[in-house]
């Protein structure tokens, strides 16, 4: 009997850059932005630019008749309307499971009945820090909070045949709406049996 290959067995401290130099360029609302010099494992230094972002959150929230609730608004670095999942920064002093049911309620004005951590992931980890949560939300009620002032949000909710449709045409483009929603899609699909 073959064995599998061992994969990844080095040693991972080489790969570990450390910070002799960093310097603020910028200090905002949502974002700062710093650059580090760093050691790289041979001794060489080496220039990182790194985005600040708060941690952050996403909710898949499904409701009885087991649609998603999607919601569209204007991105203005994208510059373009977006088709995404809603989502909102960790306020200080809130865990990710709080901020993401008030994220819900704020974009939405829908509360969740029950929800569970479906994962935890950096948006691009080779340059910005930010880190999302994503909750899968059930047993929607309906209760909202007052909104940010400067969002405007159009929500909908969409059948798993909407969804699909919008994958295929490319209509979503936001990478933390298209984990969401290849996850729900598939989170059947080990119970199924083989052959359907």
């Given at each position: 009997?073959s064995?599998?290959?061992?994969v990844?067995?080095?040693?991972?401290?080489?790969?570990?850059?450390?910070?002799?130099?960093?310097?603020?360029?910028?200090?905002?609302?949502?974002?700062?932005?710093?650059?580090?010099?760093?050691?790289?494992?041979?001794?060489?230094?080496?220039?990182?630019?790194?985005?600040?972002?708060?941690?952050?959150?996403?909710?898949?929230?499904e409701?009885?008749?087991?649609?998603?609730?999607?919601?569209?608004?204007?991105?203005?670095?994208?510059?373009?309307?977006?088709?995404?999942?809603?989502?909102?920064?960790?306020?200080?002093?809130?865990?990710?499971?709080?901020?993401?049911?008030?994220?819900?309620?704020?974009e939405?004005?829908?509360?969740?009945?029950?929800?569970?951590?479906?994962?935890?992931?950096?948006?691009?980890?080779?340059?910005?820090?930010?880190?999302?949560?994503?909750?899968?939300?059930?047993?929607?009620?309906?209760?909202?909070?007052?909104?940010?002032?400067?969002?405007?949000?159009?929500?909908?909710?969409?059948?798993?045949?909407?969804?699909?449709?919008?994958?295929?045409?490319?209509?979503?483009?936001?990478?933390?709406?298209?984990?969401?929603?290849?996850?729900?899609?598939?989170k059947?699909?080990?119970?199924?049996?083989?052959?359907r």
């Amino acid at each position: 009997m073959s064995r599998a290959p061992e994969v990844w067995t080095d040693d991972l401290q080489k790969m570990v850059e450390e910070c002799v130099e960093s310097r603020r360029v910028y200090d905002g609302r949502v974002v700062n932005l710093r650059v580090d010099s760093v050691r790289l494992s041979g001794g060489r230094i080496a220039k990182r630019e790194v985005v600040e972002h708060r941690p952050a959150v996403v909710v898949l929230a499904e409701n009885d008749a087991k649609q998603i609730l999607l919601i569209r608004q204007f991105r203005y670095p994208a510059g373009e309307v977006l088709i995404e999942l809603p989502a909102g920064i960790v306020e200080d002093g809130e865990d990710f499971a709080s901020a993401a049911v008030r994220e819900l309620q704020e974009e939405t004005g829908w509360k969740p009945g029950s929800m569970t951590k479906v994962a935890e992931f950096y948006t691009s980890p080779g340059f910005c820090g930010e880190f999302l949560a994503l909750f899968y939300a059930e047993g929607l009620v309906e209760e909202k909070l007052p909104a940010d002032d400067d969002e405007f949000i159009i929500p909908k909710f969409a059948s798993a045949e909407e969804v699909e449709r919008l994958l295929e045409e490319g209509a979503v483009r936001d990478c933390k709406t298209l984990l969401g929603l290849f996850w729900w899609l598939n989170k059947d699909c080990r119970k199924k049996p083989a052959g359907r």
